[in-house]
């Protein structure tokens, strides 16, 4: 289960929460210019736009959860269980692996719209990258300042929407959360004028009752609506600090807790990090479940003319900043 939001303010950012019942190895890979991404059943690519992102590396090829490219365009791969359906291979088509999707598209495309055209013509493959590494079930958020869409592959094709809200988590299907969020086009954070009767005097008795019932659980549907509520509602003065610490602050509101999301195989799950990634001057910001610090690391401070990937483990330290010395 995860969690993705797009935000503007002077620059333009992308990111998620990733919510697993454990770790995957990830570190924070930037691939340079002239790194050889091969494909299964496309061309190789010798070289293309930079990138940085959440990734796992494995013989050498970096498995991206979610990633945005030298240009500000980005992708976040989402679980998708139970609804995913991945493909044999199609002529006339460009056959994709789902773990090729994110360098395919950030290494091809420019703009949103550019990715759009991609995505239009690909076929999704059911090709697992090894044996021991079965594909995942995923949907996706594809995003620049101007654009927004995502995609889904299923039983009936490729589907692609259009995403007005910037937004997306995991089940149902993306046009269930497009229509689900009629049901609460009531809420507003403004203090509630009492709409129910002109003959009762009814007042609001505390700060924030315009947002009554605003979903406050774990579900996907939960999630995106109170994503959308707050990422819409949300001021920055429009500083790299506070537009990143308000970012975070929002996935911090639809984050999992250990132990509050138990799964169906009896394993918890949590949010193994947090990442908002400024697509616009190529930064990756994280946090971790243990470490809540936001830490960073920026693709232009390296060469990203070479052709090695450069990967950054996580902090994973649990830091606290003591005020004296008995603290």
């Known amino acids: 289960m995860c969690t993705s939001f797009t935000y503007y303010n002077n620059n333009f950012y992308l990111g998620r929460n990733l919510d697993l019942d454990c770790g995957f190895g990830e570190e924070v890979v930037i691939t340079p210019r002239e790194y050889r991404f091969q494909f299964r059943h496309e061309p190789t690519i010798e070289k293309h736009s930079a990138m940085i992102g959440m990734a796992t590396i494995v013989e050498g090829y970096p498995l991206y959860a979610e990633a945005i490219n030298e240009h500000g365009l980005g992708i976040c791969g989402l679980e998708f269980k139970g609804n995913a359906k991945y493909f044999d291979l199609m002529d006339g ?21 550019e990715a759009r055209s991609y995505f239009e013509k690909m076929n999704i493959i059911d090709e697992d990258f090894a044996s021991n590494l079965p594909l995942s079930p995923l949907h996706w958020i594809i995003a620049d300042k101007d654009d927004c869409f995502v995609v889904e592959s299923t039983k ?10 910037g937004t997306l988590t995991n089940n149902p299907p993306f046009p269930y959360h497009l229509s689900n969020m009629i049901n609460y086009l009531n809420l507003t954070p403004k203090y509630p004028e009492n709409r129910f ?5 009814l007042e609001p008795f505390a700060n924030g009752m315009g947002a009554l019932g605003l979903p406050g659980d774990a579900s996907s549907p939960s999630r995106f609506v109170k994503t959308v509520f707050l990422k819409e509602n949300m001021t920055s003065s429009g500083t790299e600090e506070v537009n990143v ?15 509050s999301v138990i799964t169906k195989e009896n394993r ?12 616009t ?3 990756y910001y994280y946090q971790t479940y243990e470490n809540m610090h936001i830490n960073s690391v920026c693709m232009h401070d390296e060469n990203l003319d070479s052709s090695v990937l ?11 900043l003591k005020s004296n010395s008995k603290a």
């Open 281 to 283: 001057k190529g930064i």
């Open 93 to 113: 088509k460009d056959n994709i692996a789902p773990f090729e999707i994110i360098p395919w598209i950030l290494s091809n495309c420019v703009t949103a719209k």
């Open 197 to 201: 009767s002109k003959r009762l005097d």
């Open 156 to 165: 009936d094709g490729l589907m692609i929407y259009d995403n007005i809200f």
């Open 310 to 320: 450069i990967a950054y483990k996580l902090d994973k330290t649990i830091n606290f």
């Open 268 to 279: 918890e799950d949590y949010t193994v990090y947090s990442a908002c990634m400024n697509a």
């Open 245 to 259: 610490q308000q970012y975070f602050r929002v996935l911090n509101q639809v984050s999992m807790i250990k132990g």
